[in-house]
């Protein structure tokens, strides 16, 4: 048998106190935790798949909302952002002699002053030269049409085909009710071509102004840019924004180099063959190299086009040999020694981009969309190259601790 003690009596009260609670009885939980248990349902498992493509297609979605609300703003100022940008591809080409006159001890402002006035002065009396010769060609050029017309009529009614005068009539008839509009379509396309003067007028003067300031406070207002960003990414920014600027000048450099190539081969081409109105097809083919690929077969076009009203087929087929020999000495030749070194863009990023570029905003588009790949593709690799750098910084908290108020002081003993 086994002592069994009692259990310790409660103490009595005393006067003033409340009597003790009686002594709580041992009550095990262990059944009832057991007995309510929940059970346990298993969740249906995303695909680790499914989940990536869901991450990156809301981050897409992010992007192109942010892409259109930014096309459409450009749009909405495009009388503003057109100029802007003509000036920044001027400014690409002429600074370089800008800086040369300041090497030379010549002042900032009048080395602008000389640049601006020599720029304007060579595009006015280029413009002024093609004018006369349009005045002066033109008019032969509408009798050499005339004749390529007779000319027509007279193969279709006496060729293979046979026609009757009626059905060459009706022919020619729907082909010019087709070409020209009615009244009302003139009267609004007068007021089109109105709207536009003005504002390629308004633009040009925008340009020169825009084209002043940043040749002479260009670097200044870069620097102001950058001081707008974060310190952490200031560095990186402004390095990637000064090798997209290398780029987009050699870009230029090389652009007009291949455009002045192209304009003397087929402008020497039409001269020698005869074709008339060869200096302004020789600065169509100028103007239409800014725009790779596409400006140059636009361009060649039209010249082999004037070639066949004025001298006949013979003469269009030569002029379209002298404009492929010109074209192929450019793609084989020209665009890899000059533009390849420049901009290493693959063609086909090239077309995709005049193509996506002229949908979007037309010819201003095309001619912007390549000098824009070039510059972020520069730009681009260069925040890659520093990727790992400022993304460091950008993820690292900023502390600036004072190290002589928090450094432990040392009392030096006296020996």
């Known amino acids: 048998m086994t002592d069994t003690q009692p259990p310790p009596e409660a103490p009595a009260p005393t006067e003033g106190t409340a ?37 990156i297609g809301w981050r897409f979605l992010v992007l192109a909302a942010a892409l259109v609300v930014l096309l459409l703003l450009l749009n909405f100022f495009k009388v503003l952002v057109v100029p802007l940008l003509v000036a920044v591809l001027l400014t690409a080409l002429m600074l370089p002699l800008v800086e040369l006159l300041v090497r030379l001890k010549v002042p900032r402002g009048l080395a602008v002053t000389i640049s601006v006035l020599l720029g304007m002065g060579v595009v006015g009396g280029l413009f002024t030269l093609v004018g006369t010769q349009l ?3 033109l008019a032969d050029l509408s009798d ?8 027509a009529r007279n193969w279709l009614s006496d060729g293979p085909l046979g026609l009757s005068s009626a059905q060459i009539g009706s022919l020619f008839q729907e082909a010019r009710s087709g070409l020209a509009p009615g009244g009302e379509e003139v009267a609004a396309q007068a007021l089109v071509i109105t709207a536009t003067a003005g504002e390629i007028i308004t633009g040009a003067f925008l340009a020169i102004f825009s084209l002043i300031f940043l040749l002479l406070e260009g ?11 974060p310190g952490n990414v200031r560095e990186p920014v402004d390095e990637a924004g000064r090798e997209g600027w290398k780029t987009l000048t050699s870009y230029v450099r090389a652009t007009i180099g291949v455009a002045s190539i192209d304009a003397v081969g087929i402008g ?3 001269a020698l063959l005869g074709v008339p109105l060869a200096l302004p097809l020789a600065v169509l083919v100028f103007l239409g190299a800014f725009v790779p690929i596409v400006g140059a077969l636009v361009s060649g076009a039209v010249a082999v086009v004037v070639a066949l009203l004025a001298l006949g087929p013979i003469q269009a087929l030569l ?21 390849g070194r420049a901009v290493s863009v693959h063609p086909l990023a090239v077309v995709l981009a005049i193509g996506a570029g002229l949908i979007t905003a037309g010819v201003a588009g095309a001619l912007f969309s390549v000098p824009l790949v070039a510059f972020l593709n520069t730009a681009v690799h260069s925040l890659r190259g520093r990727e790992n ?17 928090h450094a432990p002081r040392v009392r030096r003993r006296r020996p």
């Open 144 to 151: 050499q049409a005339r004749q390529a017309y007779d000319s």
């Open 389 to 405: 750098t400022w993304v460091t910084e950008l993820r690292r908290p900023q502390l600036r601790v004072d190290l002589r108020r």
């Open 19 to 55: 009597p003790a609670a009686p002594a709580a009885l041992p009550v095990s939980v262990e059944p009832l935790v057991e007995a309510y248990e929940l059970p346990t349902v298993s969740a249906p498992v995303v695909p680790h798949s499914l989940l990536v493509a869901a991450h």
């Open 319 to 339: 002029m379209l040999a002298v404009v492929i020999g010109v074209q192929q000495v450019e793609a084989h030749l020209l665009q890899p020694l000059l533009l």
């Open 219 to 229: 670097d200044r207002i870069w620097r102001w840019m950058v001081q707008l960003l």
């Open 135 to 137: 005045a002066d060609g």
């Open 268 to 270: 020497t081409g039409a």
